[in-house]
């Protein structure tokens, strides 16, 4: 029997909106991945002493440098908000007997992360 | 109202075209009429060699999914003037190959279904004497909108993991399973775990989330997969940690 099958185009993830949010979604993970190497330099420059701190502070402060890290946010920022969006799928939760609505499910990842930005901020910044 | 609309639809006539081609069709603008019933039109009166699939004309059977205007839908739950003043492009579903126009071939699904052993599965069968096996309504709700799923390909249509990928199991057949692992009455969750947590399984779906945005029944076949790999993990983890007891409870309590 002589079937049809339709080829896989290279570009199929711009056939729908759905798609292309998934991909970047997926591209997302490199500017996570980014960010964990910022940090990381960011902590031998620490290490390494005051001079050293001030090279980093110097180098992160070009115009390149802030531009990656702008993008990189609004990736990770991307990331956040669509895995928090689709936490609730994972999640069958119940608490007496009664399932927990997705939106308290999404309301308590965004409150986890205040509470760990606030964390993170007094820690730094005191 | 224009008394009219128009239908594209791709036909493939195997031997006789390399790839389908789009043919037009004139048929009546009717309120009432769904994308299946302007296809019937054809067939009827204008062209009785098109083919398609079809048969309860109310969204049950799972038998008429087609691709229109590039979207996995059920062309009986799909009505002509949603689309006025058109043209309506008529396709088969994406991901399958194609038989003839806009019939595919699912045979890849039904090899894959029984993996996944959707019945109920028993330790020991109980003897019909004994009565039925009991169930609360609350046990009902557990898995009741995983039952609903009729089989129409949708899902697999949208999904871009399985036309990329086309050994993973997919999302009715995942979600098919985990109708059967949150049932009470079943025991089989551990004789499926092979199959769901395999690379070819759950771990092949990365979320897109397009099975369940089109499933015409409401399944969430994505939820299915996500919980089941929050089950698998955790399972893992907790054999890891405690390799004898948990192995004795996961037959019991997975979900």
């Known amino acids: ?126 | 109202m224009a008394t009219e609309i128009t239908l594209e639809v791709a036909r493939y006539r195997p031997g006789v075209d390399s790839e389908p081609v789009m043919q037009s069709y004139q048929v009546p603008l009717r309120e009432h009429w769904a994308i299946l019933d302007g296809l019937t039109y054809v067939k009827d009166h204008l062209d009785g060699t098109l083919s398609f699939r079809w048969s309860c004309r109310m969204g049950i059977c799972g038998s008429c999914g087609m691709t229109v205007n590039g979207e996995p839908q059920l062309s009986c739950a799909t009505f002509l003037t949603d689309y006025a003043p058109g043209p309506i492009r008529v396709e088969p579903l994406h991901n399958f190959p194609v038989v003839r126009d806009l019939v595919v071939d699912i045979d890849d699904f039904m090899t894959k279904l029984p993996k996944v052993k959707p019945w109920v599965v028993r330790e020991v069968q109980s003897p019909v004497e004994e009565g039925e096996y009991l169930q609360t309504p609350e046990e009902l709700d557990e898995y009741q909108q995983f039952s609903m799923c009729i089989n129409c390909m949708l899902c697999y249509s949208a999904c871009p993991v399985y036309s990329l990928e086309p050994d993973f199991l997919g999302p009715a057949a995942i979600a098919l399973a985990q109708r059967y692992n949150l049932d009470s009455r079943d025991e089989g969750a551990d004789e499926r775990r092979d199959v769901l947590s395999s690379p070819e399984g759950v771990w092949a779906c990365t979320f897109v989330g397009e099975c369940s945005a089109v499933c015409p029944k409401g399944v969430d076949p994505a939820g299915a997969i996500q919980r089941y790999k929050l089950t698998a993990a955790t399972q893992s983890i907790k054999e890891l940690l405690m390799p004898r007891i948990s192995r004795r409870l996961n037959s019991r309590s997975q979900g």
């Open chain 1, 1 to 126: 029997m002589s079937v049809y099958q339709r080829p896989v185009h290279l570009l199929w993830w711009l056939e729908r909106r759905a798609y292309v949010l998934f991909v970047l979604r997926e591209l997302s993970s490199v500017f996570v991945a980014w960010f964990v190497v910022f940090l990381l330099l960011l902590v031998n420059a620490v290490s390494d002493g005051t001079a050293s701190y001030q090279r980093f502070l110097d180098w992160s402060g070009q115009w390149w440098v802030v531009a990656i890290n702008v993008v990189a946010m609004l990736f990770v920022l991307l990331h956040v908000v669509t895995w928090f969006g689709l936490a609730p799928r994972a999640m069958a939760i119940k608490v007496r007997g009664r399932r927990v609505p997705a939106q308290q499910i999404v309301a308590a990842h965004y409150l986890a992360w205040l509470v760990l930005s606030a964390a993170v901020a007094w820690l730094v910044l005191r």
